[in-house]
């Protein structure tokens, strides 16, 4: 007898397949669902309390749900209305976002002015004889100002003005500033008008204290000059005066200085340069130049150039034949070959509009020494008419 074939049958496989089935049978179509939220676009808008240091914000939009502040300085916030400090005072751009409950967006942008309380300053400096300059520069926070000279004239309404008085005498000039806050802030000197001489030049007693008010040119600084020297003086010097170093060139090079000073002038105003100088006779290839100049960068030697600005010049090569000088420039550059755009005025310079000059001084040689030490004293450019 044959034997019989056994089916082995897995049920536990059989039964995962069914229960596989019926899942599959059971799905159903997934569904998407969503919410759609109706409403009004916002309305972004916004007013602030003042134009102070500290400003408060208030968010007047319609139809918002959520509120986002830049404040023109870098900061921003999410509160509906925040307070905001700003650390300087200035024009700032400040934008309020919003977003409505349905998703819309709105904004809008305001131009702020912050500003501190106003004050009241002014400096005063003489510009010829009974005429004095007013400057209002250093008041904070000005939205309008005006001047009140004591003397009965039309009050002015610039920061800076010049003003003539009728005579000498003391007056009680009154700053009056109103704010950007609408506050109001006063205040007065009693200033004495006599008739004067007026220096536009600063520092030109050449003590120590005068350095800082001249700047070395940088493209001729081999000799530094030395401020405060008193164990020499030219003969018409007073207490100190400026040093320039004994110097010498090798052949075919140059040791030179110049220094100058900024100097306002007004159109039409006739202003005398002088000088008190001290130079050692046997100098060759020398020269001690007084320039006055409309750019600080342009110091123009060249008699043939019509832009040429050497004012009042002694020089080797241009009737100073080596003797000492000691004394009065005008009077040495006369003597010694009358070189120099000043000579034919007498050392008057007329201003040709309200501006800036620069007035240099420049001393050193090509090729050649000085023999000794050159010496600079009250050096003066004084408004004469």
Not at 15 to 23: E, F, H, R, T, Y
Not at 87 to 95: D, I, L, M, P
Not at 228 to 255: I, M, Q, R, V
Request: aromatic share 10%; with cysteine.
């Amino acid at each position: 007898m044959k034997p019989k074939h056994l089916k082995i049958v897995n049920y536990r496989f059989i039964a995962s397949i069914l229960v596989c089935l019926q899942l599959i049978s059971c799905d159903k179509n997934e569904e998407f669902i969503s919410t759609i939220v109706e409403g009004d676009s916002p309305i972004a808008s916004f007013s602030s309390s003042s134009g102070a240091l500290e400003v408060n914000f208030n968010n007047t939009s319609e139809n918002f749900e959520s509120s986002y502040w830049l404040f023109g300085d870098g900061s921003s916030s999410t509160e509906e209305s925040p307070t905001h400090t700003y650390a300087v005072a200035g024009k700032y751009n400040v934008t309020l976002k919003t977003n409505s409950p349905a998703g819309y967006t709105s904004s809008v942008t305001q131009e702020l002015n912050v500003a501190g309380p106003a004050s009241a300053i002014y400096t005063v400096t003489p510009v010829f004889r009974y005429t004095r300059r007013f400057d209002a520069s250093g008041s904070q926070n000005v939205a309008s100002l005006a001047w009140d000279f004591g003397d009965g004239s039309v009050p002015a309404t610039e920061r800076i003005v010049a003003h003539d008085f009728p005579s000498e005498g003391i007056y009680t000039v009154t700053l009056t500033v109103r704010g950007l806050l609408g506050d109001e802030k006063m205040y007065s000197e009693k200033i004495e008008v006599i008739d004067q001489e007026v220096d536009v030049l600063s520092g030109g007693t050449m003590e120590t204290a005068s350095s800082g008010k001249w700047s070395n040119w940088s493209n001729q600084n081999n000799n530094p000059p030395i401020f405060g020297y008193t164990e020499d003086l030219p003969s018409t010097g007073a207490g100190a005066c400026l040093k320039f170093n004994s110097f010498s060139a090798p052949e075919n090079s140059s040791t030179n200085q110049l220094i100058y000073q900024e100097v306002e002038v007004v159109k039409g105003g006739k202003y005398q340069l002088s000088a008190a100088i001290k130079a050692p006779a046997g100098a060759h290839q020398t020269y001690i130049q007084f320039y006055i100049s409309e750019d600080p960068n342009s110091w123009i030697e060249d008699a043939s150039n019509p832009n040429a600005n050497h004012f009042l010049c002694l020089n080797t090569w241009h009737g100073w034949n080596s003797t000492a000088i000691d004394g009065s420039l005008l009077e040495a550059v006369k003597a010694n070959g009358a070189y120099g755009v000043g000579v034919s005025t007498d050392g008057v310079y007329t201003a040709k509009s309200d501006q800036k000059l620069y007035v240099g001084i420049q001393v050193g040689t090509w090729s050649g020494y000085s023999n000794g030490d050159v010496l600079i004293d009250e050096v003066k450019f004084i408004r004469i008419e």
